[in-house]
């Protein structure tokens, strides 16, 4: 029996009450936190025990929010040393024994699968994204549970979409790996409101959190080289994102998807996805339309169609500069000049525009925080090119292996690896024998 992770004791007779008793069986925490209240027990201290923020706890008190996710109930559960027969819930790990004769509510088999789907999303990237790992995820975007009962409340939806921002900022310092845990896990939640009877526009506002936290699962994958099941959280996201009317939604979502393409060696279908980003925006300045010409130029640079990368840098720049702050925040929703840089950066230097290049990314290196580890990278891999382009391949390769040593092992995912691996290709077959190309390609191998 294991130590119970909540510090606060419920009053004595509590768990007695009959009407707690009723409450807890429905899961009705309107009716437990008020009682709780009335028994002595501020909203600070149970939001402390479980996890949660006071506001919130005041908020499902007066029945403004509620508490719809398993892992939410568990936290109650701990927090107040509720035993988990109350709640419908298999014997928690702090709890003794139930006592001969106990009338134990039964656990459904669905509801313990399901909280254990939530708990192997957050720990099964752990260990690096393995088959079954991935196989794990494939099969929670296909089918998601529903079973749970009630309205979805306007509330409900403010707060989910204060998670979308959150969760927008980036990745804030954490491994890849460890922010698709909790992000996928969160999509999981928040799909089985899908379920429940909404409004129209209520609908629209929960499809639209879907779309762009789903998106944001796909930005994660496609960072850490899982392009297969990027593409296909791409695919539920955009769904979503039709669902709700948000055209500005479903344009950042081509856009994001272009990358993919793009990163993996097929520049024309990164044309084909940033083509239908601009449409989808309609054309006016957006953080999604900036976006979407900036990926296309570099798709084109890649391909080698320098006339229409040209004229894309310069649609892209002049979008960038009609941007207002929303537009321009630094988060994954948004196009600030860092990002911007950075697009500028890989497009002129795959055109093999070195001076330009440059100047981008060390503007993009001065905007880039200690922490931006992916950013940086990307800028040294982008020099190492240039440094190619300019005749000095030795110190691009010794460039990019300082870039890839001094990287985080996490941090050192597909899309770092694929930008070395563009230097390698550009090497003549009669220099690879040098010791610094020879380094480079047995630091890739690692």
């Not at 409004?199 to 499809?207: A, F, I, K, P």
């Not at 996201?237 to 994001?256: C, F, M, N, T």
């Not at 055109?351 to 880039?368: C, E, H, T």
Request: proline fraction near 5%.
């Amino acid at each position: 029996m294991s130590e119970r992770p909540g510090l606060l004791v419920l009053p004595a007779g509590f768990l007695e009450d009959p009407q707690v008793v009723a409450a807890l069986k429905i899961r009705d925490f309107a009716t437990v936190f008020t009682a709780a209240k009335a028994a002595g027990l501020s909203y600070n201290h149970i939001a402390e025990a479980c996890s949660m923020k006071p506001e919130r706890v005041s908020l499902v008190a007066r029945r403004e929010a509620s508490v719809t996710s398993f892992e939410g109930v568990e936290r109650i559960a701990d927090g107040l040393g509720i035993p988990g027969r109350y709640l419908g819930l298999a014997q928690r790990p702090w709890e003794k024994p139930a006592p001969p004769g106990s009338t134990e509510q039964p656990h459904e088999p669905s509801t313990d699968e399901a909280m254990k789907r939530r708990l192997a999303l957050k720990a099964l990237l752990a260990g690096g994204l393995s088959a079954v790992a991935l196989g794990t995820l494939a099969d929670e975007r296909h089918t998601l549970d529903a079973a749970l009962a009630g309205r979805t409340t306007p509330t409900d939806l403010d707060y989910w979409e204060e998670v979308a921002d959150n969760y927008a900022l980036g990745y804030g310092g954490q491994a890849p790996a460890a922010r698709l845990g909790v992000l996928a896990a969160d999509v999981v939640e928040l799909r089985t409101l899908l379920s429940q009877p909404q409004t129209t526009e209520d609908r629209g506002r929960l499809c639209r959190t879907v779309g762009q936290l789903s998106g944001m699962a796909a930005i994660v994958l496609h960072d850490l080289g899982e392009a297969q099941e990027a593409r296909g959280w791409f695919h539920s996201a955009r769904l979503a994102a039709k669902e709700s009317g948000d055209k500005q939604v479903l344009a950042w979502l081509y856009a994001r998807e272009a990358m993919t393409p793009l990163t993996y060696g097929v520049p024309r279908e990164a044309v084909r996805l940033s083509d239908l980003a601009v449409a989808a925006a309609g054309g006016r300045p957006s953080a999604a339309s900036a976006l979407a010409s900036a990926v296309s130029a570099r798709a084109h640079a890649v391909s080698g169609n320098a006339e229409a990368a040209r004229e894309a840098l310069t649609q892209a720049q002049a979008f960038a500069e009609s941007l207002d702050s929303a537009g321009s925040a630094d988060t994954w929703l948004g196009l600030p000049e860092q990002k911007l840089q950075i697009h500028l950066s890989h497009a002129y230097t795959r055109l093999g525009d070195v001076r330009p290049a440059r100047s981008a990314q060390a503007r993009a290196l001065q905007l880039s925080g200690a922490s931006s580890y992916q950013a940086r990278a990307l800028m040294q891999m982008d020099a190492a090119l240039c440094d190619h382009h300019a005749g000095d391949t030795v110190d691009g390769c010794r460039r990019a292996v300082d870039a890839l040593v001094e990287l985080p092992a996490d941090q050192r995912t597909g899309l770092v690896r694929s930008r070395a691996a563009d230097l390698l290709r550009v090497i003549p077959a009669s220099r690879t024998g040098e010791r610094a190309v020879a380094d480079l390609r047995e630091v890739l191998r690692a």
